[in-house]
Nanobody, 124 residues
Framework: QVQLVESGGGLVQAGGSLRLSCAASGRTFSSYAMGWFRQAPGKEREFVAAISWSGGNRYYADSVKGRFTISRDNAKKTVYLQMNSLKPEDTAVYYC?????????????????WGQGTLVTVSS
């Protein structure tokens, strides 16, 4: 099993930036595709970004394309989400997730493990 711990959330003004980190432990991290998902108050969890096991392929939701960048450092067993030009509608709890059998890791019904989440609040 892979255990995931997110960090880096906080309060930021619209137009600002944050970088989220997801530290993994356990099974061979570098073998698996990873993803970031978010859940806003009163809404369902949704896909944000995903990265292949090698980091060679990246995928984004249309709502964040051009503003967010996903990356990974397999040596550090960490996945990152750089968020720029933040908007109030980006306010949500952000979760990272691992997919043992799917690549890309974009299907919310195919996630094998996820962390406890980190709250991002964007003020207008």
């Amino acid at each position: 099993q892979v255990q995931l711990v997110e960090s880096g959330g906080g309060l930021v003004q619209a137009g600002g930036s944050l970088r989220l980190s997801c530290a993994a432990s356990g099974r061979t991290f570098s073998s698996y595709a990873m993803g970031w998902f978010r859940q806003a108050p009163g809404k369902e969890r949704e896909f944000v970004a995903a990265i292949s096991w090698s980091g060679g392929n990246r995928y984004y939701a249309d709502s964040v394309k051009g503003r967010f960048t996903i990356s990974r450092d397999n040596a550090k067993k960490t996945v990152y989400l750089q968020m720029n030009s933040l908007k109030p509608e980006d306010t949500a709890v952000y979760y990272c997730a691992v997919c043992y059998y799917s690549d890309p890791c974009t299907n919310i019904n195919a996630l094998d493990a996820w962390g406890q989440g980190t709250l991002v609040t964007v003020s207008s």
